[in-house]
């Protein structure tokens, strides 16, 4: 069984401020984790995914996450937040092994940034 | 770029009545999904699809849904009596293989059932 949670439905923050999104997973065998960003009117793109790896992962557009397991965490980062960033992000965890791997999603933290 | 092309965009219909959803996945993959959200809600995991045999489903996933890959390309969920309840955008994802590779989105169809 698998679980994600994300702490904070919304998040708010300046333009040029830290984005910190934070996800937290519970799975019973090693997992692969991602995120995943959803722009409005629009479908999931991948931002950066963790498959056993490095820990610490770059993705696009500057985000980066870094899976410490002893936390069960992946928590997401962005040096500086740009006014497009606004969108809502989801973590997701997939078994690492079994047959169809599916994704089972966080509920999403919406992004605002702020001029 | 090549990409997951769901069709139609926003499928408006009576309860009680049968859609059909339709997906195009990337050409060389192998593992099918349907994803559901609704409004407001987590996306959620419906089935998966393999080697033409649902590899897995949901509880969500009940006798009211059917999947098909009639032809290779196409990729359908069939919903055969839809409820209020159904109303929710759904996603189509396709993977190369069943590793680590990720899951590639479709744009969504927004079904609303009234």
């Known amino acids: 069984a698998q679980s994600v949670t994300q702490l904070g439905s919304h998040v708010s923050v300046s333009e040029g401020a830290l984005v910190l999104l934070r996800c937290n997973y519970s799975s019973s065998v090693p997992p692969y984790l991602f995120w995943y960003v959803q722009y409005p009117n629009q479908g999931l793109q991948l931002l950066l995914k963790?498959?056993?790896?490095?820990?610490l992962v770059k993705g696009i557009n500057d985000f980066e996450a870094e899976f410490k397991k002893s936390e069960t965490s992946f928590h997401l980062t962005k040096p500086s937040a740009h006014m497009s960033d606004a969108a809502e992000y989801f973590c997701a965890v997939s078994p690492s092994s079994g047959s169809a791997r599916q994704l089972t999603f966080g509920s999403g933290t919406q992004l605002t940034v702020l001029p | 770029e090549p990409e997951v092309t769901q069709t139609p965009s926003h499928q408006v219909t009576q309860m009680g009545q049968e859609v059909i959803l339709r997906c195009v996945p990337i050409?060389?993959?192998?593992?099918f999904y349907w994803y559901r959200q609704i409004l407001g809600q987590k996306v959620e995991f419906l089935v998966s699809?393999?080697?033409?045999?649902?590899?897995?489903k949901s509880e969500i996933f009940d006798d009211q849904f059917s999947v098909e890959r009639p032809d290779g390309s196409n990729f359908t969920l069939k919903i055969r009596s839809t409820k209020l309840e159904d109303s929710a955008m759904y996603f189509c994802?396709?993977?190369?293989?069943?590793?680590?590779?990720?899951?590639?989105f479709g744009q969504g169809t927004r079904l609303t059932v009234v």
């Open positions: 699809f393999y080697n033409n045999e649902i590899s897995e």
């Open positions: 050409s060389n993959h192998l593992y």
């Open positions: 963790y498959t056993s790896a490095a820990t």
């Open positions: 994802a396709s993977k190369v293989d069943r590793g680590g590779t990720e899951a590639f």
